[in-house]
Nanobody
């Protein structure tokens, strides 16, 4: 069964850090581009970051550039999102998903096999 499972969310103070994991099962993740999205209450799901399968190119939303880093460990079949200098506005449920070949980087319709999400709360 093809599945993505996110983990690593939690409650953190402003300025703190978290590392999210997106573990794949049922397929080899290194053949696919993987994206991270987030959805805050009452807001649409938005793209956060993406890592390509071919050359490891990375993409970031302007709101997280310089603070978040996406990476992949093909041996562990896992993609990570390191989040530093967290802000209250980063509070959301974070999801990972598989991007269709040639799909738009931050368009939700370009992705499939969404995970169940992991909650990130940034608050003092």
């Amino acid at each position: 069964q093809v599945q993505l499972v996110e983990s690593g969310g939690g409650l953190v103070q402003p300025g703190g850090s978290l590392r999210l994991s997106c573990a794949a099962s049922g397929f080899t993740l290194d053949y696919y581009a993987i994206g991270w999205f987030r959805q805050a209450p009452g807001k649409e799901r938005e793209g956060v970051s993406c890592i390509s399968s071919s050359d490891g190119s990375t993409y970031y939303a302007d709101s997280v550039k310089g603070r978040f880093t996406i990476s992949r460990d093909n041996a562990k079949n896992t993609v990570y999102l390191q989040m530093n200098s967290l802000k209250a506005e980063d509070t959301a449920v974070y999801y990972c998903a598989v991007r269709y070949p040639s799909g738009s980087v931050f368009r939700t319709g370009s992705y499939s096999h969404w995970g169940q999400g992991t909650q990130v709360a940034v608050s003092s």
